[in-house]
């Protein structure tokens, strides 16, 4: 598997990136193709590395700036990540991860690769931690401003990612809202959720922000905007609990001395809590895989990021999220999607069933049963 | 200073609203009456206090129960919620906590009281901790649908607080976004930005989920469905690590002895990120102090609610609130609100120092000067 990472990406690029393509290509086998200006990456690499020609470099005599508009970095022609999505697109490499600007990678990767059929707006999956296991947050910040149909499509993206990537089986599937009961939400929630339950996905309604680590559900599906909010909320939430803790531990001789003993423990839970274990955001809906790390990414972010490129690329995702699509799309024809779905609830159970179904259908000539 | 409890609202009702009186009454020496189902509620104060006469009852033959829609919970003419909102319009009590249905706390509020003078909708106000002091979310869940001039208001009753309740000097108020740029975020923030930085309010523009906690921001501004979401959200990673760092303690023999040594340090922590001792959450824009205390409600719980109630009213933010939107009403004539704003800057520096100026312009007999 090859991945494209933008070597000009991220508030630490290149030297904290290279670091982190260099771990990644170490520990976990990936051959990682550095994305740049030559020179610069050449110098930085080769002051990392013994053997400076461990890491291709692909040239790109731009680099679009962290506070850069989508709209200027659209007219770099040259910028390391035109350049990185132009090799995604040729399928020179499986995936592209950047630290960069965020919204110049959204736009580009529009711009470059298109959307997947059927998806009309990309979104940002996330992973998160809980109680039990890891959930999903989808679109932490991709599309502000969603039509139902919209988040359904979300909806269903997540769901195959958390059964597929993340294994976990009949993913439950609900709209973040605030209040559980039916009549909360806001007009799309309410008609989002309408259109959800009307599909195969393991739907339970709405949930709470408090919901999301409590490991009662899997996929959290919401507009870019609510996403985003929450996300960093929680980050900011995490950050400040551990930082009043670690304050607690300096308050006298006895509780530094409890820190002491109890330290090894500690750093194990900090690393749970620490969002760069959970490597980048997918920027799901792309005809290709393309991830956005953190601007700050340290290099072990970078390595992680890397490896949910590859996880999402050895798992299929996108090929999954098309048949899934194509295959409700030409079923419901023009109403696709609506109500229709629900007439197919008993032929696709889940993704994952979904294609087996699919291949039974195929041999015995797939006529619509209903 | 008298403050109505609701006795029969709250998933612990009545005991546990009955010692959260108590406690309030002893510790905070506010005069607390319990409004309730007579008989119910002389059995278990009887049950609790040595001297069952020391809270008045106020009979209310109804309760409201908690998963009760705001509209049926208003077709009960002698509900404790509504007999207390009564009691409050009548000036016989200066405010009224309530651990109930918080739908029907703001439908029958709004009913019986209805909104202060150019409030158009209500808001939930809650205080939140911060690394270095305490911040407001305001609207952190009454109104879902809003316009940008109710987010405005929102602000200005946000900042009042802020600065008369928790002296905060000067508070920064913010609007809650997908990021800090000026190109970010939806139409509803970007028009309520503009609003708001036309105003004297001290605006620094887009927040951040991770800014809440960060401690560089006073007054957080937002939707009820985002604020709602924000909150929970930050209810539950607090819980969620807190989790975290306790299974740490419990690994092993060493890690449960330094939890054991450091134990008094962490509790204070705990405490701090205990949303339990932060009091309940303020229904701001009624004409009548009201707070909405978690549906769980403990004893201190309660008694925290009725503390933040009793601030309220000596800090008469209610009035400052009237006096303030009033004034700007009355310059901005019909504009109001809008960029007629900018233009008394000048004139109204904040909502504190706006007493001053209204008293020198009262003995110059306060010819509009601009």
Redesign the interface.
Same mark, same amino acid.
């Given at each position: 598997m090859r991945i494209a990472v933008d070597a000009m990406g991220g508030d630490r690029a290149p030297g904290a990136v290279i670091e982190g393509a260099l771990l990644a290509q170490k520990e976990l086998g990936i051959e990682v193709l550095l994305v740049g200006q030559k020179d610069v990456v050449e110098t930085e690499l080769a002051r990392r590395s013994s053997s400076p020609t461990c890491l291709p470099i692909i040239p790109a005599s731009q680099a679009v700036a962290m506070?850069e508009?989508p709209s200027a970095a659209l007219k770099k022609k040259d910028s390391s990540m035109k350049v990185a999505f132009e090799l995604l697109k040729r399928g020179e490499v499986q995936a592209f991860v950047s630290a960069g600007n965020s919204g110049a990678m959204m736009a580009t990767g529009m711009f470059v690769l298109g959307n997947l059929p059927h998806v009309e707006r990309p979104a940002i999956l996330v992973v998160v931690?809980?109680?039990t296991h890891a959930a999903v947050i989808i679109d932490a910040?991709a599309t502000?401003?969603c039509k139902p149909r919209h988040l359904l499509q979300f909806a269903l993206m997540g769901s195959i990612y958390a059964e597929s990537v993340l294994g976990t089986p009949r993913p439950r599937v609900g709209v973040?809202?605030?209040?559980e009961?039916e009549?909360k939400?806001?007009?799309l929630t309410r008609a989002a959720s309408e259109q959800i339950a009307a599909t195969a996905l393991n739907f339970i309604g709405y949930v709470?922000?408090?919901?999301?680590?409590?490991g009662n559900i899997d996929v959290v599906v919401?507009d870019?905007?609510?996403g985003?909010?929450?996300?960093?909320?929680?980050?900011?939430?995490?950050?400040?609990?551990?930082?009043? #803790?670690k304050?607690?531990?300096q308050?006298?001789t006895?509780? *530094? +001395?409890?820190?002491? #003993?109890?330290?090894?423990?500690?750093r194990?839970?900090f690393a *749970? +809590?620490d969002h760069t274990e959970y490597g980048g955001a997918l920027l799901l809906g792309l005809d290709g895989v393309a991830i956005i790390a953190h601007g700050g990414s340290s290099p072990k972010e970078i390595k992680n990021a890397i490896r949910v490129a590859g996880e999402a690329v050895s798992h299929d995702v996108n090929r999954r999220i098309t048949e899934v699509l194509e295959e409700l799309s030409h079923q419901a024809g023009d109403k696709f999607p609506g109500k229709i779905w629900r007439r197919i609830r008993s032929k696709i159970e889940t993704a994952g069933e979904k294609n087996a179904v699919e291949e039974e259908e195929r041999k015995g000539k797939g006529d619509e049963k209903d």
């Open positions: 506070d508009s931690p809980t109680l910040g502000v401003d973040l809202s605030n209040g009961e009549g939400g806001n007009d709470e922000g408090r919901d999301i680590c409590g919401c870019g905007f609510t985003n909010v929450t996300l960093k909320t929680m980050e900011g939430v995490a950050h400040f609990t551990v930082a009043v #803790l304050d607690a531990f308050k006298n006895l509780s *530094r +001395l409890g820190y002491l #003993l109890s330290r090894k423990a500690l194990e839970a *749970r +809590l």
